[in-house]
């Protein structure tokens, strides 16, 4: 079955800086990486995803990036406000569609 | 934008007795999903659930879990005789259909508590 890796499990960053966040898999064959966003006591809220056919995806200030070879896929926070503090996941499907194996979490806290 | 829903927000409940925790996913969506989450843990799988059926189960989701779509709203996660470990919080999910399934959107989450 997947498993899936989570690093760092805590990230504080100044404001404006960027934030890195980086999730390894052990399924080859898994096709879809998700990231979801929890806010403390809120629902995981998915931001961004990206699929196996394309090595990065972009929204405003949020990228992801996919290294297949490597097994790794990477969220990318740029110009980090105080509202992008919350708990950040990763996660990656089994080889069963819509059985998702999370990482562990990242804590990001951004200092005005 | 719809949202999935989920009652109760937190429920209270004696270690032993039965709880059913409630959820209205998207109304077009076709796939089913319970998560849970213990305080400060990552968020595990359950069960998905498509056509009336379960599709897949984690070894969390053991003979005192179930699932039902009593009706064509809501999704029901049923624990028989609940736990001190079940203590969690339980998320409903939901995603739209085959060529998307890994979409998937949460709901608000229901507080187990197990006392």
């Known amino acids: 079955g997947e498993n899936v890796e989570q690093h760092p499990s805590t990230l504080s960053v100044q404001e404006g800086d960027s934030a890195v966040i980086k999730c390894t898999y052990s399924d080859s064959a898994s096709n879809y990486f998700p990231w979801y966003k929890q806010e403390l006591g809120k629902r995981p809220q998915l931001i961004i995803d990206i699929r196996s056919n394309v090595g990065e995806k972009k929204d405003q200030r949020i990228a992801v990036t996919l290294n297949k070879t490597a097994k790794h896929f990477s969220l990318h926070i740029t110009e980090t406000q105080p509202e992008d503090s919350a708990v950040y996941f990763c996660?990656?499907?089994?080889?069963?569609?819509?059985?998702?194996?999370f990482g562990a979490g990242t804590q990001v806290v951004v200092t005005p | 934008e719809p949202e999935v829903t989920q009652t109760p927000s937190h429920q209270v409940t004696q270690m032993g007795q039965e709880v059913i925790l409630r959820c209205v996913p998207i109304?077009?969506?076709?796939?089913f999903y319970w998560y849970r989450q213990i305080l400060g843990q990552k968020v595990e799988f359950l069960v998905s659930?498509?056509?009336?059926?379960?599709?897949?189960k984690s070894e969390i989701f053991d003979d005192q879990f179930s699932v039902e779509r009593p009706d064509g709203s809501n999704f029901t996660l049923k624990i028989r005789s609940t736990k001190l470990e079940d203590s969690a919080m339980y998320f409903c999910?939901?995603?739209?259909?085959?060529?998307?399934?890994?979409?998937?959107?949460f709901g608000p989450g229901t507080r187990l508590t197990v006392t």
């Open positions: 109304s077009n969506h076709l796939y």
């Open positions: 999910a939901s995603s739209e259909d085959s060529s998307r399934p890994y979409e998937q959107y």
């Open positions: 659930f498509y056509n009336n059926e379960i599709s897949e």
């Open positions: 996660a990656a499907p089994t080889d069963s569609w819509g059985k998702f194996q």
